[in-house]
């Protein structure tokens, strides 16, 4: 069974990165020592992280409007996601690796999003931990998106990742840790 981690540490690791301008959408959930996680507990832990997007889309556009009324009767979009269309294409141990590499396509993407960002090394570092990236400690890594110009279709299970297929990219991952026994998941689309 997964359970959403919550500590005073992820709230303010979340609420910092926000403010320095990550993209990246993120849960961590815990897992009871009973459960081997399969695609399915992948897939529950993507439905959370997409109902988290939602959530945070809602507190933001209220937000807008609570500022200035006329923003109540915009258009404003909401994503449709269809998990069951989404397959996954597990990650190689190399591949894992690389994702926790400061020189890695991850770590780039994180510090370099369309609109800049504050992020420094450390801040990626601290984020690795909170999602317990640690690649020695037999992680399953799941990639639900590939690559946006080589396997565009791949990525059709939401609209989320429209804007990112411009020129930035997509990213969505769940990544098993069995020592730490979570199960994170993390998204991005971005455009300028």
């Not at 320095?20 to 897939?43: I, N, Q």
């Not at 996601?81 to 591949?95: E, F, M, V």
């Not at 400061?102 to 992020?119: I, K, N, V």
């Not at 990112?164 to 997509?170: A, Y």
Request: net charge negative; with cysteine.
């Amino acid at each position: 069974m997964l359970q959403p981690m919550q500590s005073q540490r992820l709230d303010e690791l979340r609420t910092r990165l926000e403010a320095a301008g990550c993209v990246f959408d993120f849960v961590v959930m815990t897992l009871d020592p009973s459960t081997m996680p399969g695609e399915a507990e992948h897939r529950q832990a993507l439905e959370l992280l997409f109902e988290s997007i939602q959530e945070h889309a809602r507190i933001w556009q209220q937000k807008v409007i609570a500022q200035d009324a006329r923003h109540a009767n915009c258009h404003w979009p909401e994503w449709t996601t269809d998990l069951t269309k989404a397959s996954s294409q597990p990650l190689t141990t190399g591949a894992i690796r690389e994702l926790s590499s400061e020189e890695g396509l991850l770590c780039r993407a994180f510090r370099d999003p369309p609109y800049g960002t504050q992020l420094q090394v450390a801040d990626f570092r601290e984020w690795l931990q909170m999602l317990r990236l640690y690649p020695e400690e037999g992680m399953q890594v799941l990639d639900w998106v590939g690559n946006a110009d080589a396997e565009p279709q791949r990525s059709t299970w939401s609209d989320y990742f429209e804007d990112g297929k411009e020129w930035w990219g997509i990213w969505c991952l769940t990544l098993y840790n069995p020592r730490r026994r979570t199960l994170s998941a993390l998204a991005a689309s971005a455009t300028d």
